[in-house]
């Protein structure tokens, strides 16, 4: 490489550093910097030590309810968003209903009628009291689930079903050329190149999710927010608890985000 190929090069890198410092993007730092700084400094941060094993807990919960509602949510919604596009007409319609219904109702609600209604039936019949699925049933947890599970496949469902829609029929009629099975051209090529285009809003239909955990707290489930509002009753502190729970969103939100982003970017059907 020549030198005066070299010199263009550094010609044209140093406006992009130098156009990063402008003075309202100094301004903001100094305040973020300041703001940070006051943070730390003036509030009262002496119980973090004290109640770090139940913030480890509570944030293992969330975890957990975001990972199993979200798998098992996506699951469903596969083939609700397939049957939409190709079932027959009971299926379709039975699959549009459910999908109305449950995005058309508060979250909250259905949680408390699965907990409060469906939870509060079980006990009344000596079959499932005297089963082996009792000592979950009388438990909080398998409701929270039950409930984010059925939301996210609601919501989900109708963008897998608009995804499905979107694959070009042609390389679904390549593949039955080719000699593929029905279930061979789904796993091979509808179905990924339907969660890839699924992939920018099922990111965001993920965040939602993990936003929607605390909802779990109303039902006694010990999530982070749970732990949170046992310390700001405990404590009487009021605004470092909520800043250091926005944190912990913040820093999940980001981890869901950027890992989305690089499956997004390693997936076969990029270019699709």
Same mark, same amino acid.
């Given at each position: 490489?020549?030198?005066?190929?070299?010199?263009? #090069?550094?010609?044209?890198?140093?406006? +992009?550093?130098?156009?990063?410092?402008?003075?309202?993007?100094?301004?903001?730092?100094?305040?973020? %910097?300041?703001?940070?700084?006051?943070?730390?400094?003036?509030?009262?941060?002496?119980?973090? &030590?004290?109640? +770090? !094993?139940?913030?480890?807990?509570?944030? !293992?919960?969330?975890?957990?309810?975001?990972?199993?509602? =979200?798998?098992?949510?996506? /699951?469903?919604?596969?083939?609700?968003?397939?049957?939409?596009?190709? @079932?027959?007409?009971?299926?379709?319609? /039975?699959?549009?209903?459910?999908?109305?219904?449950?995005?058309?109702?508060?979250?909250?609600?259905?949680?408390?009628? #699965?907990?409060?209604?469906?939870?509060? #039936?079980?006990?009344?019949? &000596? $079959?499932?009291?005297?089963?082996?699925?009792?000592?979950?049933?009388?438990? %909080?947890?398998?409701?929270?689930?039950?409930? /984010?599970?059925?939301?996210?496949?609601?919501? $989900?469902?109708?963008?897998?079903?608009?995804?499905?829609?979107?694959?070009?029929? @042609? $390389? #679904?009629?390549?593949?039955?050329?080719? !000699?593929? =099975?029905?279930?061979?051209?789904?796993?091979?090529?509808?179905? &990924?190149?339907?969660?890839?285009?699924?992939? &920018?809003? /099922?990111?965001?239909?993920?965040?939602?999710?993990?936003?929607?955990?605390?909802?779990?707290?109303?039902?006694?489930?010990?999530?982070?927010?749970?732990?949170?509002?046992?310390?700001?009753? $405990?404590?009487?502190?009021?605004?470092?608890?909520?800043?250091?729970?926005?944190?912990?969103?913040?820093?999940?939100?980001?981890?869901?985000?950027?890992?989305?982003?690089?499956?997004?970017?390693?997936?076969?059907?990029?270019?699709?």
């Amino acid at each position: 490489m020549s030198d005066q190929t070299v010199s263009a #090069l550094a010609l044209t890198e140093l406006p +992009s550093k130098r156009s990063f410092f402008k003075p309202h993007r100094i301004v903001l730092i100094v305040l973020a %910097a300041l703001i940070v700084f006051s943070v730390v400094w003036f509030m009262r941060w002496d119980w973090v &030590p004290k109640y +770090s !094993g139940r913030l480890a807990y509570g944030i !293992g919960v969330t975890l957990l309810m975001l990972a199993s509602t =979200s798998i098992l949510g996506f /699951l469903l919604a596969v083939p609700i968003g397939l049957v939409q596009v190709t @079932g027959p007409w009971p299926l379709k319609m /039975l699959a549009r209903g459910f999908c109305t219904i449950i995005r058309g109702t508060p979250l909250l609600l259905q949680l408390w009628l #699965l907990y409060y209604g469906l939870g509060s #039936l079980f006990p009344q019949f &000596p $079959e499932i009291r005297n089963s082996f699925l009792w000592p979950y049933l009388r438990e %909080a947890w398998p409701y929270g689930v039950a409930a /984010l599970t059925i939301s996210f496949a609601a919501y $989900e469902g109708e963008v897998m079903r608009g995804a499905f829609a979107g694959v070009p029929k @042609g $390389e #679904l009629e390549a593949a039955r050329a080719y !000699g593929m =099975s029905p279930f061979t051209a789904f796993r091979r090529i509808w179905l &990924p190149r339907a969660v890839h285009r699924a992939l &920018p809003t /099922l990111t965001g239909e993920t965040v939602l999710q993990l936003k929607a955990t605390p909802l779990v707290a109303t039902i006694t489930v010990i999530d982070v927010y749970s732990v949170i509002s046992k310390v700001r009753q $405990e404590t009487f502190i009021t605004y470092e608890p909520l800043l250091l729970l926005a944190l912990i969103y913040l820093c999940l939100t980001a981890i869901l985000v950027v890992g989305f982003r690089w499956f997004e970017n390693h997936i076969p059907t990029r270019g699709a």
